[in-house]
C-alpha cells in the first residue's frame, strides 16, 4: 500500500439557504383540499429535478395499511450513499442477532501478548469515551494494569497483533485512492482503534507550528515540519505502515478541531498504543510490535488476560448515527464472510429473502454507502425498512437512527415541533448524491410510514436543495398523520 497525503484547507463560508417558490407554493397548496400527497411529492420532485438536472427517486408507503402513500421513480435503482447503512443494519440484524457481541481477547502466549479480534470499531472511539466521561485510553489502560498484575510489570517479549486479512484488503476497491487519508474511507479491520485514525491539533505560537497527534504513542514518530504561513494549507503523510506521520506545509491558524487522518493498518496502530499504555503503567516493553495471522482457534489453550465485548446495538448506533463508515464497514465484513465480494453477496441474499426484495431491485458493493456502484430502488427501500420494524428486534434497528432535532446527523433537521422527534432518518452523501429514508413516528411514537428520498446527479454546491426538498416531504408525511410527540 503507497503512502498517502492529506491536505487540508481553509473552509469556504456557506451560502444562506433560500426555500425556492414552487416548494413554497406547493406546501401552501397542501394546506387546502385539492392536491394530493402524491400529487405534492411528485410534483415537488419534477420541480427540483427540473431546476438542478437532477434524478429524484421518492416512495413513502404506511406501514399500518400497507399502502402505497407516494412514489416518483420508486422502481429505478439510484446510488443511496450512506443510506446502504440501512441495508448493513437489517443485514447485521438478521445474520448475528441482536444479543450479537464484538470481542477482543488479549492473550498471554509464553513471553507474547497477542490481541485477537472479529471487527469491533468501537475499542477507543472518541465518542463513546467522551459520552462516558472517560478517554480514548481507557481499555488500553485497564488492559496494562491487567499485564502489570500478572507479569510482575515486565514484559518480556512481543505485541502481536492478528489479522487474517492483509492491509491492502481493509478498504473497498471502489474508494477513490484520493479519499483514503479521510476518516471516511478510513480502513476496516478485524483490530480496529480511535476510528482508525489520528487526531491531528495544530498550535500556533509566534513562528513556532507545535503539532498535538492523538492517539499518543512513543512507538509512532511524528515529524512536524509545519511552518508558519499567510495560508492554512498543510498535509498529513503516513509511513506505510503508520509508523510515522510528517507534517508539511504552512499554517496560518491554530485549528480550532483536530483533523483526522486515517491510517492504513489499525491492527498496527491498536499495537503500538498498548505499546505505550504498558510503559505509562510501568510495564517494562523492548520488544517489537509486529503483525500475525493467528485466529482465536489457533489460541484457545492460551491464557486470556482481558476480553472486550460490545453490542450489535452498540456498533449500530455508532454507525448510524454519525455515519461512521468504519464501523458500517466492520459490521457488513463480520456479518458477511470477511471479503468485500462475498458479504455483498450475502447481504443481497439475505435481504432479497428476508425483506421480500427482488434481486434486481439493489446492487451491493460495500456496507457504508462510500462506494458509488451501490445501487437501490427506492421502494425496495421502504419495503426494507417496512420489514425491520416488524422485526422483534425493531427497537435495535430504530435506536440506531438520528431523531429529527435531536442527535446525530439529523440533530439540526426539523428541530421545531411538530416536527421534533417525529423523524427517524438516515442521511446520506457524497458527491453529487444527496439521501434520506428512514421513518415517521405516530403519536405514540411508533413507526407510521416508511419513506425513501435518493436524489443522484445533483449539482456541486446544490445538496442543500435536495436536502430542502427531503424536509419538506417529511413534513407532509407528517402532517398526513395528525400531531406529534411533543
Not at 443494519?89 to 497477542?114: I, K, N
Not at 478541531?257 to 503500538?272: I, M, Q, S, Y
Not at 503483525?291 to 489460541?299: C, I, N, P, Q, V
Not at 468485500?340 to 454507502?369: F, H, I, N, P, Q
Amino acid at each position: 500500500m503507497m503512502s498517502r497525503d492529506a491536505t487540508f484547507r481553509g473552509k469556504r463560508p456557506m451560502k444562506a439557504l433560500r426555500v425556492p417558490f414552487a416548494v413554497l407554493l406547493l406546501a401552501s397548496l397542501c394546506l387546502g383540499e385539492a392536491p394530493s400527497l402524491q400529487d405534492c411529492l411528485a410534483a415537488a420532485a419534477v420541480s427540483l429535478e427540473k431546476e438542478l438536472h437532477a434524478v429524484i427517486g421518492v416512495a413513502a408507503a404506511d406501514l399500518r395499511s400497507g399502502a402505497t402513500l407516494a412514489e416518483w421513480r420508486g422502481g429505478e435503482k439510484l446510488i443511496p450513499a450512506s443510506n446502504q447503512k440501512l441495508l448493513t443494519s437489517a443485514f447485521a440484524l438478521a445474520r448475528l442477532g441482536e444479543g450479537f457481541q464484538f470481542t477482543t481477547t488479549l492473550h498471554l502466549v509464553g513471553r507474547d501478548l497477542v490481541i485477537v479480534g472479529d471487527g469491533d470499531p468501537t475499542l477507543g472511539d472518541p465518542v463513546l469515551a467522551a459520552a462516558s466521561g472517560g478517554t480514548i485510553y481507557d481499555e488500553l489502560d485497564s488492559w496494562a494494569a491487567a499485564v502489570k498484575a500478572r507479569t510482575g510489570g515486565s514484559l518480556s517479549g512481543d505485541i502481536i497483533v492478528c489479522d487474517p486479512r492483509h492491509p491492502e484488503s481493509y478498504r473497498h476497491p471502489d474508494w477513490p485512492a484520493a479519499s483514503h487519508s479521510q476518516w471516511y474511507a478510513a480502513p476496516a479491520a478485524t483490530l480496529n482503534f480511535n476510528n482508525n485514525c489520528l487526531d491531528i491539533a495544530l498550535a500556533v505560537e509566534g513562528d513556532k507550528v507545535t503539532a498535538d497527534v492523538k492517539p499518543a504513542s512513543r512507538f509512532i514518530t511524528v515529524v512536524n515540519k509545519a511552518r508558519r504561513g499567510k495560508r492554512q494549507s498543510w498535509s498529513a503523510r503516513m509511513a506505510k505502515d503508520d509508523s510515522e506521520v510528517t507534517i508539511r506545509g504552512t499554517v496560518a491558524n491554530a485549528t480550532t478541531e483536530p483533523v483526522n487522518v486515517a491510517v492504513n493498518d489499525p491492527p498496527l496502530l491498536l499495537g503500538r498504543v498498548l505499546a505505550d499504555r504498558l510503559l505509562r503503567a510501568g510495564v517494562s516493553f523492548s520488544g517489537q510490535v509486529r503483525r500475525r495471522e493467528t485466529s482465536s482457534a489457533d489460541l484457545a489453550p492460551a491464557e486470556v488476560i482481558c476480553r472486550k465485548a460490545t453490542p450489535l446495538g452498540v456498533v449500530l448506533s455508532r454507525a448510524n448515527k454519525r455515519s461512521l463508515n468504519m464501523a458500517a464497514e466492520c459490521v457488513f465484513l463480520r456479518a458477511g464472510d470477511g471479503t468485500w465480494s462475498g458479504s455483498a453477496a450475502l447481504m443481497t441474499k439475505t435481504l432479497v429473502e428476508g425483506c421480500g426484495l427482488k434481486e434486481d431491485d439493489l446492487v451491493v458493493r460495500d456496507g457504508g454507502g462510500l462506494s458509488r456502484n451501490n445501487r437501490i430502488a427506492p421502494a425496495a427501500l421502504v419495503k426494507l425498512l417496512a420489514a425491520a420494524a416488524r422485526r422483534q428486534d425493531a427497537d435495535v434497528f430504530l435506536a440506531s437512527l438520528p431523531a429529527s432535532g435531536i442527535d446525530g446527523t439529523m440533530e439540526k433537521r426539523l428541530d421545531r415541533p411538530p416536527y421534533r422527534g417525529r423523524i427517524l432518518g438516515k442521511t446520506g452523501y457524497i458527491a453529487g448524491v444527496s439521501s434520506l429514508s428512514g421513518y415517521v413516528l405516530d403519536g405514540s411514537g411508533r413507526p407510521a410510514i416508511a419513506f425513501s428520498i435518493l436524489a443522484n446527479k445533483v449539482p456541486g454546491g446544490k445538496g442543500w436543495k435536495a436536502k430542502q426538498l427531503q424536509d419538506q416531504i417529511c413534513r407532509w408525511l407528517a402532517d398526513s398523520i395528525g400531531a406529534g410527540v411533543e
